[in-house]
């Protein structure tokens, strides 16, 4: 089946740092990626949607220029989460999406801003 | 808004089935049903999906009634692996952009 990988699997930055966030798909190619987020005992949010070599487009709520969003290739996308605070702490996940539009999910980063 | 409805909780006997319930009495004749798990601290991974007929996988059999208004997920013999929120969800496959929307889902515990 389709793997997606994340890295790191967890990080700990201090406040006011950036931490960036990679999330590839091993074995196939993936025009579209998505970035969710989830708090503590809460279900999956919907942080993004990244086009290899467009802008990423952001649901409501999310602040473009905090999670910057790259996707520079079929089979890399990056989240950097800029000048982090304690309240960006979360599980963050990433998701490819194949020819076939079956999305595949990435194993997750867990952040912790201290 | 999330287009399914499940019970927030259940618990299962180890070895016995599991029988998740989703209600989605407004999907449309072109949405799929599927299911999705996440075990704790991991990522969703994926059970099985289907459209009217039912369906069977090694991991799972999925049932959906006739007039499509809801399913019923089955996990036949439940392990202690098995713990974890289940989600169910409705989606237009060959949709372009449109992402997975999950619900608040079922926690189901499996109880040796």
């Known amino acids: 089946g389709a793997v997606v990988s994340q890295h790191p699997s967890r990080v700990i930055c201090k406040s006011g740092t950036s931490v960036k966030i990679e999330c590839r798909s091993l074995?196939?190619?993936?025009?579209?990626m998505f970035w969710y987020r989830q708090f503590p005992k809460k279900s999956l949010m919907l942080m993004a949607t990244?086009?290899?070599?467009?802008?990423?487009?952001?649901e409501q709520g999310v602040e473009k220029d905090k999670f910057l969003i790259n996707h520079a290739s079929l089979t890399l996308s990056t989240l950097t989460v800029t000048s982090a605070h304690p309240e960006d702490s979360s599980f963050y996940i990433c998701?490819?999406?194949?020819?076939?539009?079956?999305?595949?999910f990435g194993p997750g980063t867990r952040l912790t801003v201290t | 808004d999330a287009k399914t409805t499940q019970p927030p909780s259940m618990d299962c006997a180890e070895g016995r089935a599991a029988n998740l319930p989703c209600n989605h009495s407004?999907?449309?004749?072109?949405?799929?049903v599927y299911w999705y798990r996440q075990i704790h601290s991991q990522g969703p991974q994926y059970i099985i999906h289907?459209?009217?007929n039912n369906e069977t996988n090694e991991m799972a059999s999925l049932i959906i009634t006739e007039d499509r208004k809801s399913s019923t997920l089955i996990l036949p013999h439940a392990t202690l692996r098995d713990t974890a929120v289940y989600y169910c969800?409705?989606?237009?496959?060959?949709?372009?952009?449109?992402?997975?929307?999950f619900g608040k889902g079922t926690r189901l515990s499996v109880i040796a």
């Open positions: 998701s490819a999406r194949d020819s076939f539009y079956e999305q595949y």
């Open positions: 074995d196939f190619q993936a025009t579209t």
């Open positions: 990244s086009n290899e070599g467009s802008k990423a487009t952001y």
């Open positions: 407004t999907i449309s004749g072109n949405e799929y």
């Open positions: 289907g459209l009217k």
């Open positions: 969800i409705v989606r237009v496959v060959y949709s372009g952009n449109t992402p997975l929307v």
